[in-house]
């Protein structure tokens, strides 16, 4: 057990290795209560949401969800987020080491509509892997298997009144299931107990983090913060700068996103090393950037890792990773830097 974001959260269950492996090949379940919930609703919900995010929130039917980034009026990232429209309102998901931040900070931009903090009520569990669909189909009376990417429906699991996403952190598919904090406990035994024919485990925050990574899924903190821009950091296809004005457009429209201040850029190392978040990045010898990211890929058999590197570093320059006092030799690399095999 460690503490993360206030809350007391478990790292591990049995090895990152088991429940990594578990997760691309099988299925894990997650607790992922910490997270923040929000939710804006009234007559000037939707414009209070738009001006509070990059991404654009009208686009969004009932039961539809999408991820974005709010900004501060510099351009750089308070938190990144995902948003679902409800029926008469938006609830947002918000990261928990940022909520006490996200919550003074939304709520001082909510003055048109009712604005309130619900994550104390409600709790979160994910079920993610090649097998979670046919699990929580077998637990659930609605169809969810239908259900789309980034899009839920209220249904009951395992006799849980539970809202049902088709999301996840890990770039496998599967659920997130929300549900009032008192029945969580209940779910998760259930959940257990029906999975365990299928090899589903329980997951903790190491697996977690190394399944994001090969995906090439961002973390607040580490990949990006306050002070980063969408575009330097990858994620400038959350920036509608076409829906209307939101906080920070008037900072990012001056911004070439073809040639962001930072370049993010995924690596990969071989032999022994494992490059850490700020460890410095060397272009040709010379300082060139910094690791946000990195670990060992279970999936990929060698060392993966994100990079913010200057934005006048050459594409074609020759990297290495200062790894305490020793430059290991690094390759960019596309992200993700793994892909859920077609029809998995």
């Known amino acids: 057990m460690v503490e993360f974001g206030g809350f007391d959260m478990p790292l591990q269950y049995s090895t990152i290795r088991e429940e990594h492996i578990a997760v691309r090949t099988r299925c894990g379940l ?15 919900a939707l414009d209070v949401v738009q001006t509070l995010v990059t991404n654009d929130v009208a686009r969004l039917e009932v039961g539809g969800a999408l991820y974005g980034v709010m900004c501060n009026e510099a351009g750089g990232i308070v938190d990144d987020v995902v948003v679902y429209r409800e029926a008469g309102s938006y609830m947002v998901v918000i990261n928990a080491a940022c909520r006490p931040k996200d919550i003074a900070w939304m709520g001082a931009h909510s003055a048109e509509c009712t604005f309130e903090d619900i994550g104390d009520s409600v709790a979160l569990l994910a079920v993610q892997g090649p097998r979670a669909v046919e699990l929580i189909s077998s637990m659930c009376p609605d169809d969810v298997a239908a259900l789309r990417p980034f ?26 299931l929300y549900v ?55 994620l400038g296809w959350t920036v509608k700068l076409q829906k209307g004005d939101f906080i920070g457009k008037s900072v990012l429209v001056q911004l070439d996103p073809a040639h962001p201040p930072r370049r993010f850029a995924g690596i990969e190392l071989q032999g022994r090393a494992i490059a850490r978040h700020g460890q410095q990045v060397l272009a040709d010898g010379e300082a060139a ?24 570093v050459p594409p074609d320059a020759e990297l290495s990773v200062d790894i305490r006092g020793t430059a290991a030799a690094a390759t960019v690399v596309p992200l993700p830097f793994y892909r859920r095999p077609k029809g998995a």
């Open 289 to 312: 950037g910094v690791v946000t990211s990195g670990t060992y890929s279970f999936t990929l058999d060698h060392s993966i890792a994100t990079a913010s590197l200057f934005g006048d």
């Open 30 to 44: 997650f607790d992922l209560s910490h997270m923040g919930e929000v939710r804006f609703s009234g007559d000037r």
């Open 180 to 234: 009032d904090a008192a029945d969580a406990p209940g779910l998760w035994d259930s959940l257990l107990k029906t999975g365990a024919p299928e090899g589903l485990i329980p997951c903790g925050l190491g697996a977690r983090d190394t399944l994001r990574l090969e995906a090439g899924l961002r973390l607040y903190g580490q990949d990006m913060d306050d002070t980063t821009d969408p575009y330097s950091c990858a």
């Open 151 to 176: 899009h839920c429906r209220d249904s009951e699991v395992a006799g849980v009144q539970a809202s049902v996403s088709r999301t996840g952190y890990t770039g496998e598919d599967g659920f997130e």
